[in-house]
C-alpha cells in the first residue's frame, strides 16, 4: 500500500527471500559496523566501509539490511547485549543504579553511542530485555506503567548526557568554559554566579554525582 511505512527490521527476514544462499548475517554485518564506529567515529560507518570489512560488496549486504537506518538501529539495539544486571534485589534504586552504571562503561567504550541513544533511540531484542528487567526490578513499585517506562527512558538518556558530558570535559573547550566563568565572577556583576562558584571545591568534579543525579531523577519520576 502506498505510503505505508517499512515494519522495523526485527519484524522483516533475516534476509531478501530472493538470491544466493545467505553468506553472511546480520550479527556480523552489525559487528562488523560497531567496530569501525569504536575506531574511526559514527561518520565512517557505510554499507561499502562495512562491507570492505567483511570482503564483500556493499550490494551483497543490501540483502540483509535495506538501509543504513537499519544498520543504525541495529548496531544501537546490540550494545544492549553489553550488559548483565544481577537479579533483582528488592531494592528498585540500587538495581537501576547498577545498570546505569553498566550503562555508562557501555557508552565509554562506544563513544558514538551517547549521541544515537539521544538523537535515534532503538529497541531492538536486546533493548527489550533490558526493559523487561527494569520492569522487573519495579515489579512491586506502586508507579503506573507509564511512569515505569519513563524511568527506563530516563535511565538510558540521562546516562548518555552524563557520558557527552565527560567526554566533553576532558577536552580545551572546558578548560576556555571554566576559565571564562571565573573571569566573569570576578568581574562582580553576577554575585549569583560568583557564590556558586565560590560554594563549589575545586575537586568538585561533576562526573562523580552520577549516582546522585541519577537517584534524584528517578525517583521524581518514579513519586
Not at 55 to 69: E, F, K, P, Q
Not at 150 to 156: D, Y
Not at 167 to 189: D, E, I, K, N, P
Amino acid at each position: 500500500m502506498a505510503g505505508q511505512q517499512e515494519p522495523v527490521i526485527w519484524m522483516r527476514p533475516e534476509q531478501a527471500p530472493v538470491g544466493r544462499p545467505a553468506e553472511r548475517s546480520r550479527a556480523e554485518i552489525t559487528a562488523a559496523a560497531v567496530e569501525l564506529a569504536d575506531r574511526e567515529g559514527l561518520e565512517a560507518v557505510s554499507m561499502r566501509r562495512v562491507a570492505a570489512a567483511l570482503g564483500t560488496g556493499a550490494a551483497s549486504l543490501y540483502r540483509y539490511v535495506a538501509t543504513r537506518d537499519d544498520l543504525l538501529d541495529l548496531m544501537t539495539d546490540s550494545t544492549a547485549s553489553e550488559y548483565h544486571p544481577p537479579a533483582p534485589s528488592g531494592d528498585w534504586q540500587a538495581d537501576l543504579l547498577a545498570i546505569a552504571r553498566q550503562g555508562r562503561g557501555i557508552m565509554r567504550r562506544h563513544p558514538w553511542l551517547p549521541a544515537m541513544v539521544i538523537g535515534r533511540p532503538a529497541l531492538g531484542p536486546h533493548g527489550i530485555d533490558l526493559l523487561e528487567h527494569v520492569l522487573d526490578v519495579l515489579a512491586d513499585h506502586p508507579a503506573d506503567p507509564a511512569r515505569k517506562l519513563e524511568a527506563f527512558a530516563l535511565l538510558s538518556g540521562l546516562t548518555a548526557l552524563f557520558v557527552q558530558n565527560e567526554t566533553a570535559a576532558t577536552g580545551t573547550g572546558a578548560t576556555h568554559r571554566s576559565a571564562y566563568l571565573g573571569h566573569v565572577a570576578a568581574a562582580g556583576h553576577h554575585p549569583r554566579i560568583a557564590a556558586l562558584l565560590a560554594a563549589s571545591p575545586p575537586d568538585d568534579d561533576p562526573r562523580d554525582r552520577f549516582d546522585t543525579v541519577l537517584a534524584r531523577s528517578l525517583a521524581g519520576v518514579l513519586g
